[in-house]
């Protein structure tokens, strides 16, 4: 409750400092960690769904990191949305974050989600490696290309994410793979317990599936034949 803006919030900032922000929306855009060393943390419910939207109001771009910031900066548990991208070389880029001057950010439990560019409408990264873990870009919309990332140069990390509906395309450019990721065109979770198909060991087994190997446990009041007809083929 120290500041009513998150710029603000970092402009105060030094080194190893957590700014905790509330649940809730704010609607900022260009937001610049400025090179500083701090997390910025939003809010998650009992169950651990994101609780902190940050809206860029259609203007410009949600996120900035310019400042050759290291993986020290970290943005956590935030709805990243509602960007519109920033100008660079004649055009809009970056809806969501846009990432340059070898910029090294962390991204971790982070949504983007129904920002727009002309490059990059989700991500773009003109230089530098953020990483991003457990983050999805859902739903994002380039008018020319990379929905969900665009990668002009650099090579952002990416691992436990799930990235889908976005468009004209999920990824334009190179990344790196670091496990667990899941790209489709279409958002596709069968059973609806948060999982995605692609990582889900039983995608469509509502019961209790036990993680890495297609072993499912059929309780009290469950059907053995739903279990059944749930198996895939062979």
Not at 189 to 201: I, K
């Amino acid at each position: 409750d120290d500041y009513a803006k998150i710029k603000e919030a970092i402009n105060a900032a030094t080194a190893g400092d957590e700014i905790h922000v509330r649940a809730g929306t704010y609607y900022e855009n260009e937001i610049s960690p400025n090179g500083k060393k701090i997390s910025i943390i939003g809010e998650l419910s009992n169950d651990g769904d994101l609780l902190t939207t940050i809206d860029g109001y259609a203007a410009g771009s949600v996120i900035i990191c310019e400042d050759e910031e290291t993986p020290a900066t970290i943005f956590s548990n935030l709805i990243i949305a509602n960007g519109k991208g920033s100008w660079h070389s004649g055009h809009s880029v970056g809806g969501g974050l846009l990432n340059m001057n070898d910029s090294h950010a962390t991204f971790t439990n982070c949504l983007f989600t129904s920002n727009e560019a002309e490059y990059g409408a989700g991500i773009i990264c003109l230089s530098g490696s953020p990483d991003f873990s457990d983050c999805e870009i859902i739903g994002n919309s380039a008018i020319i290309e990379g929905g969900g990332l665009y990668v002009a140069s650099g090579q952002p990390v990416l691992s436990g994410c799930w990235i889908c509906d976005n468009t004209p395309e999920q990824i334009v450019g190179n990344y790196q793979e670091s496990g667990l990721n899941c790209i489709q065109n279409e958002c596709k979770d069968s059973d609806d317990d948060g999982v995605p198909d692609c990582l889900d060991p039983c995608p469509h087994w509502t019961g209790t599936c036990v993680d890495g190997i297609s072993i499912m446990e059929v309780a009290p009041g469950e059907s053995i034949q739903a279990a059944i007809d749930a198996l895939p083929p062979g």
